[in-house]
């Protein structure tokens, strides 16, 4: 078929953006400055409930930065999904702290509570689910894990700017949550990521590691990093924050295209009390990996309907994390690792694209609905 790619994912930046940009280049003040306070504010107000933001250089960033002003620590450990990508992880063992694997809800993708429980020792200082693909964690459940073992909760909201859980936003649980702004997240800023925190201490705390250490020029506190947000990324994502509600109804609009229309594969699931921001419109291929990855070879050589596997290989199974958690035994991890494959789902999708999309999937999976 002589057809146009349709993209796994497309960032959508316009003249909003170039003018938003240009405006902070002509100004003269490029780094952390006005825009970047201002995104914060916005930010906090558009999504955790007015919970203090603190902007930062990347989500990896915001993850590590928000687990050592929380106090973690070596000799300390996180319990984490091994289904994610190994940022989770990563932030973890960059504390000096052990990341402690479990294993996921089947039909959430997201941290499975009963398996935590499994994994708690005297060690445990903390659960840190990952809303994955745009859909909340149990939080009912974590809390309840929390509050028996007196853990903290931390948030990785990467992939779930605006999703909520009983009507609360994510973001709005955990001492802190992290907002990744990369290009194909549901809103960008170029780069970047964003903080919210619970309370003035960690807020505090994440100001001065972001900054060498300094709320103050040259009066360095502790030691820091260099995890700034500049003005111009910052003016990128107020513009991008402002579109993101429309942007999140056009993605829920597609997935639920595709669900009504789809068969022959597993269709995701939105478990009572939660909104899901669909980051990504995943399925299930089964029979393996092997099939898994020839239906996916077969979308983009055959339909030219792009797609994704997120994440082809567990944290428990790479080679720079296995060492750290001998214990893992996932099972319900490992089955998705092996059949899931993620649509294109974003809101520059026409509906020429999503019947496109219907078709390929519906044709290879040799069902009609």
Known sequence: MNQALIPAAKPIVGDDERAAVDAVLASGMLAQGPEVAAFEQEFSAALVNSRECVAVNSGTSGLHLGLLAAGIGPGDEVIVPSFTFAATANAVALTGATPVFADIDPVT???????????????????????????????????????????????????????????????????????????????????????????????????????QGMLQQYANEVIGFNARMTDVHAAIGRVQLRKLPEWTKQRQANADFLTQNLSGVSTPEIVDGA?????????????????????????????????????????????????????????????AAAEVLSLPVHPSLTQGDLERIVTAVNTLSGSTK
């Open 109 to 211: 993708f997201c941290l499975d509570a009963t398996s935590v429980a499994t994994v708690i020792t005297d060690k445990t200082k903390a659960i840190m689910p990952v809303h994955l693909y745009g859909h909340p964690a149990d939080m009912d459940a974590m809390s309840t894990l929390a509050k028996e073992h007196d853990l903290q909760i931390f948030e990785d909201a990467a992939q779930a700017h605006g999703a909520t859980w009983h009507g609360a936003p994510v973001g709005s649980f955990g001492t802190f949550a992290m907002f990744s702004l990369y290009p194909t997240k549901n809103m960008t800023s170029g780069e970047g990521g964003m903080v919210s925190a619970s309370t003035p201490e960690v807020v505090r705390a994440l100001r001065l590691l972001r900054n």
């Open 275 to 335: 909104s899901h921001v669909f980051h990504q419109y995943t399925i299930r291929v089964a029979g393996g990996a092997d099939e898994r990855d020839r239906f996916a070879a077969a979308l983009r050589e055959e339909f030219q309907v792009g797609c994704g596997v997120y994440y082809p290989t567990p944290c428990h199974k790479l080679s720079s994390l296995k060492h750290l958690d001998s214990r893992a035994d996932l099972p319900k991890t490992e089955q």
